[in-house]
């Protein structure tokens, strides 16, 4: 069973020796000057006139920072007349992150996927971008995604911590982000001032070392191809691998294939941890094993990988579904029992695919599946 997320709850005296403190209580907000989704460039001083400032150090590939878009969105829209500002910020270098790691999410943490991602999930409060340098970061010191900061009148830090106490909403008791803003607004001491938080940890610089690690290894796998008879089509078109299976067919002559070919084995190692199997097929006659081979082992295929074993390429694509009778390429994504869940003959929109894969893979956490639905 797929881990919910490796998350870990700091508590402030456990990070007191770490590279990246977080801004002490009392301290005044430090300078951001930084680019938002909308295009422009967001700086602290735009935001000087209110009675609070929270900034929210959040991201798009956690899926603990996922469950936290809604409130966040609710938290900016319910506070807003009240003299409120929000503000997230998302502090992670996406050079940094390996890509096992985007095993919750249909995209990484750049500034053009945080828009991708603003646009999918009507994201209407300011989301900057700070993983080019990452100053803002550590000067806040955020230790996992996400993490809020409220900011009184005077812009000096009143709490840090968690939003709430749990990415469940149906486990929530206790709003200590809210309860400080609304001990801000009624000039009231901030009875709680720090909470451990929880989600996935700040991905800084430093670990861009272990991302190309990482890919050194895959890319040391060696590559195999296998033939495929009628009978193993068949048999796959069944899903026996008792995983969410995605199957890829292409052609070393198929342009739109290989232009698409790097994007499936990616998708393949993002959620390959979450029991999805990728197998790719070429459509190729048998005699071109070789040439096949050369590809797989350009695009670094780690999937599990098959070619035609006989020219009579319509009676191989009929065992594998009969109503198949269009060119590659052609992909399908099965559920452990068999059943479609994504079909499409010709070029995929890669993240209408992901998107599919995530709200079907088994998790811990249905309300993670129900995100990827729009529910």
């Known amino acids: ?161 968690h939003f709430d106490n749990s990415y469940r909403l149906e486990l929530v008791k206790t709003h200590e982000a809210r309860d400080a803003i609304d001990a801000l607004l009624a000039h009231r001491e901030v009875a709680v001032k720090h909470t451990g938080v929880f989600g996935c940890s700040t991905k800084w610089k430093e670990k861009q070392a272990s991302r190309l690690e990482a890919l050194r290894k895959i890319e040391s796998q060696q590559v195999q191809l296998d033939m495929a008879s009628a009978a193993d089509l068949k048999a796959l078109r069944a899903n026996p691998t008792g995983k969410t299976l995605l199957v890829s067919f292409w052609a070393t002559w198929c342009g739109s294939c290989i232009h698409e070919f790097p994007d499936f084995e990616d998708t393949f190692r993002m959620y390959g941890v979450r029991d999805l199997e990728l197998v790719t097929v070429a459509a190729n006659m048998p005699d071109e094993k070789n040439t096949v081979l050369r590809v797989l082992e350009k695009m670094h295929a780690t999937s599990r990988n098959l070619l035609f074993a006989s020219d009579d390429t319509a009676a191989l694509q009929s065992a594998f579904d ?53 529910q």
């Open 322 to 374: 009969p109503g198949w009778e269009s060119a590659v390429p052609y992909t399908v994504l099965i559920a452990p029992d068999g059943k479609i869940l994504y079909q499409k003959q010709g070029s995929v929109d890669m993240l209408e695919l992901r998107r599919s894969i995530l709200a079907n893979l088994p998790s811990d956490y249905d309300g993670f599946n129900k995100y990827w639905l729009g």
């Open 1 to 161: 069973m797929w881990r919910v997320v490796a998350f870990v709850v700091l508590a402030l005296s456990a990070w007191a020796q770490e590279p990246h403190p977080i801004l002490a209580l009392g301290s005044a907000a430090p300078n951001f000057e930084l680019p938002g989704v909308d295009g422009a460039t967001h700086k602290l001083a735009d935001y000087s006139s209110g009675a609070v400032l929270v900034v929210v150090f959040t991201c798009n590939h956690c899926p603990i920072a996922q469950m936290y878009e809604r409130r966040i969105t609710e938290l900016a829209a319910e506070y807003k007349d009240r003299g409120v500002a929000v503000v997230a910020i998302q502090p992670n270098d996406p050079t940094a992150i390996r890509i096992d790691e985007l095993d919750s999410s249909d995209i990484s943490d750049s500034l053009e996927e945080m828009k991708i991602r603003a646009r999918y999930k009507h994201l209407t409060y300011p989301y900057l971008y700070d993983g080019e340098t990452q100053a803002v970061t550590e000067a806040y010191g955020p230790q996992a995604t996400p993490h809020v900061f409220v900011f009184d009148r005077d812009r000096r830090l009143r709490y840090e911590g």
